[in-house]
């Protein structure tokens, strides 16, 4: 029992420091003209699905969509939200060990259901949707030249409506990205 599980953390590390050797072993090859498909997951367990098109290796175009359930014994009701970011990806600094710092700025498009109580007590739900601008700072990290690592914050946020503005160190994010 002892030497399986030994060998298996013997086998993890090897693994891991092969990928890590590779990653940093390579010349920085970064996607340009090329698309991308990957999966992020976002604040709150927002699961999101990405497209991106690399223009350049300095800016890439893209599309992020995004799922999330809320249910359980701690919630009155099952809400769902859906989220909806075509974005401008641009890189803004060289890469430090395969590490390269990006702003992203999209449109958001969310909806989520809302369920509440008419006149006569009856429930009834509603789809409520919202839109608005927002800014992303984050890191790339280009393990080999197909695959990428990121994640980031949301540092600038302006709700159409209601109209709201925020500033600062927002919901955080990561995902991995493949290249196609």
């Given at each position: 029992?002892?030497?399986?599980?030994?060998?298996?953390?013997?086998?993890?590390?090897?693994?891991?420091?092969?990928?890590t050797?590779?990653?940093?072993?390579?010349?920085?090859?970064?996607?340009?003209?090329?698309?991308?498909?990957g999966?992020?997951l976002?604040?709150?367990?927002n699961?999101?699905?990405?497209?991106i098109?690399?223009?350049?290796?300095?800016?890439?175009?893209?599309?992020?969509?995004?799922f999330?359930?809320?249910t359980?014994?701690?919630?009155?009701?099952?809400?769902?939200?859906?989220?909806?970011l075509?974005?401008i990806?641009?890189?803004?600094?060289?890469?430090m060990?395969?590490?390269?710092?990006?702003?992203l700025?999209?449109?958001?498009?969310?909806?989520?259901?809302?369920?509440?109580k008419?006149?006569?007590?009856?429930d009834?739900t509603?789809i409520?949707?919202?839109?608005?601008f927002?800014v992303?700072?984050?890191?790339?990290?280009?393990?080999?030249?197909?695959?990428?690592?990121?994640?980031?914050v949301?540092?600038?946020?302006l709700?159409?409506d209601?109209?709201i503005?925020?500033?600062?160190?927002?919901?955080?994010?990561f995902?991995i990205?493949?290249?196609l």
């Amino acid at each position: 029992m002892k030497n399986s599980i030994l060998f298996k953390a013997i086998a993890f590390l090897l693994v891991i420091c092969s990928i890590t050797y590779i990653g940093f072993s390579q010349k920085e090859k970064y996607p340009n003209e090329v698309f991308g498909l990957g999966a992020s997951l976002g604040s709150m367990g927002n699961l999101g699905v990405v497209g991106i098109y690399a223009i350049n290796p300095d800016v890439h175009l893209g599309l992020n969509f995004g799922f999330y359930l809320e249910t359980g014994s701690g919630v009155l009701k099952t809400n769902t939200y859906m989220e909806f970011l075509p974005h401008i990806k641009y890189y803004i600094a060289e890469a430090m060990r395969s590490l390269r710092p990006f702003a992203l700025g999209g449109l958001r498009v969310s909806t989520r259901t809302e369920t509440y109580k008419d006149q006569f007590q009856v429930d009834r739900t509603r789809i409520v949707t919202s839109t608005g601008f927002a800014v992303y700072l984050g890191g790339e990290w280009q393990a080999i030249s197909s695959v990428s690592l990121f994640g980031g914050v949301q540092a600038i946020s302006l709700d159409i409506d209601p109209t709201i503005f925020r500033v600062g160190v927002g919901p955080a994010f990561f995902g991995i990205m493949f290249y196609l």
